[in-house]
């Protein structure tokens, strides 16, 4: 199976889990599949158009999906000394909002996730619900509900959670093995 991880990340997380799911989806894989992880920036629609499935994810800023104020409010918090923030490498560049609006038509199987601080989800928000309808808008089938994944109110991965990330990676194989034998 060829899968493609795309994340957003700020602080890591989001980059972390995005590891982690691929690492779920490639064991026991066997065969020639490949299991690319690949932040926003660099999923071009070449890198996508021989997927089996594509996953994205991102952070869960202010209810939902990033924006650019939120992004750069994020940084901002970073570049601060007390934070004890570190930026995610790829964090300054565009994130997945601007990403949906320029990939062009995917179509295929596709999963959503998000990073968000734990808490009920009807405080927090989820990045994932957004992200799952633009991937439905872009012509995709989810093969599984969207996910969250949980951060300390300090922005560090709650325990277990990259484990958690891995076996939900893990169903969305499974999943796909479903979705090919079904006709």
Known sequence: MNAV???????GNTHLIADAVAKGLGDGSGGDGEVRVVAVDDAEPDRLRHADIVVVGGPTHVHGMSRESTRKAAI?????????????????????RDWFDSVGELGGAAAAFDTRIDAP???TGRASKGIAKKLRHLGCTLVVEPESFLVTKESHLEPD?????????EGLRVAMRHETMTP
């Open 121 to 123: 989800a009807a405080i």
């Open 76 to 96: 901002e918090a970073a570049e601060k000394p007390e934070s004890g923030l570190t930026l995610d490498p790829d964090a300054e560049g565009p994130g997945l």
């Open 161 to 169: 959670e990259e484990a958690r990330a891995r076996a939900w990676g």
């Open 5 to 11: 991880v795309v994340y957003e990340s700020m602080y």
